[in-house]
């Protein structure tokens, strides 16, 4: 069984993008996540169709799993979801994300992930609104995951279009009687985080313009994210 980490939809909280990281000097980049208040690392994987760009690979993930205690989502920015959900089961799976966009039996998908001892998250692109089956889909995940800017690319300024879409996702899902959090992902910097929280996220992927922000340590980045959140 995968590690799991509950959260509050009231709380905010953050994940580390690890493909925002120092790859050349992980051992060490593990070790300054761990001793911050992150809660679980975000591995995006990219396969150059789902979005321009190719990362990362399966050894990495492998190296992080066996060398971190936290929990990691897995995100599968990526066609044909379960043919990776496949390869990286070798390793250790705690939740895997995949894309409403990339799903053709979206529940076949879900019970594959749980068979492999994980929890599946729903994700969203920038671009996408939640659809007519955003309530039964959600319903059978830990979280939504909402993309603030295209897979793949550090650096991107966030897409107001994202907000919206997460304040339509928790209206949803509070009519629905639903407390699955939601989760920001691109552009989480001090200057935007409290916008999204009170859009309605709570979990937020911190990469290059917030937790790995060059001139503080990733644990002074992290508390200050978590105060700007509120």
């Known amino acids: 069984m995968g590690r799991k980490a ?15 990281m120092d790859l050349g000097h992980i051992a060490d980049e593990i070790e300054y996540v761990e001793a911050s208040p992150v809660r679980f690392w975000h591995y995006d994987i990219v396969d150059g169709k789902f979005n321009r760009c190719l990362i990362l690979g399966d050894q990495l993930y492998g190296y992080l799993a066996a060398h971190s205690d936290l929990p990691i989502e897995l995100h599968i920015a ?10 990286f089961s070798r390793f250790r799976l705690d939740y895997v994300a995949v894309h409403a966009e990339a799903m053709d039996e ?3 998908v ?10 599946p998250v729903l994700a969203y692109r920038a ?6 089956d955003f309530e039964a889909l959600a319903s059978q995940c830990a979280w939504i995951l909402k ?21 339509m996702m928790r209206k ?12 920001a992902d691109g552009s989480v910097n001090l200057k935007m985080i409290r916008k999204m929280h009170e859009a309605g ?3 937020f992927t911190g990469g290059t313009s917030g937790l790995f922000r060059q001139g503080k340590t990733v644990c002074e980045n992290a508390e200050a994210l978590l105060c700007a959140a509120e």
């Open 6 to 20: 509950g959260f509050s939809v009231d709380t905010p909280n953050l994940s580390a993008s690890v493909s925002c």
């Open 78 to 87: 990526a066609y044909d979801p379960l043919r990776y959900v496949e390869l």
């Open 106 to 108: 979206p529940n076949r």
């Open 110 to 119: 879900f019970e594959t992930i749980r068979e492999f001892g994980a929890e």
């Open 127 to 132: 671009e996408t609104p939640p659809g007519a």
């Open 147 to 167: 993309l603030t800017v295209n897979p793949g690319f550090s650096g991107q300024t966030m897409q107001e279009s994202a907000l919206k879409h997460i304040r």
């Open 172 to 183: 949803r899902l509070k009519a629905a009687h639903l407390t699955q959090p939601i989760q």
């Open 201 to 203: 996220a709570n979990l």
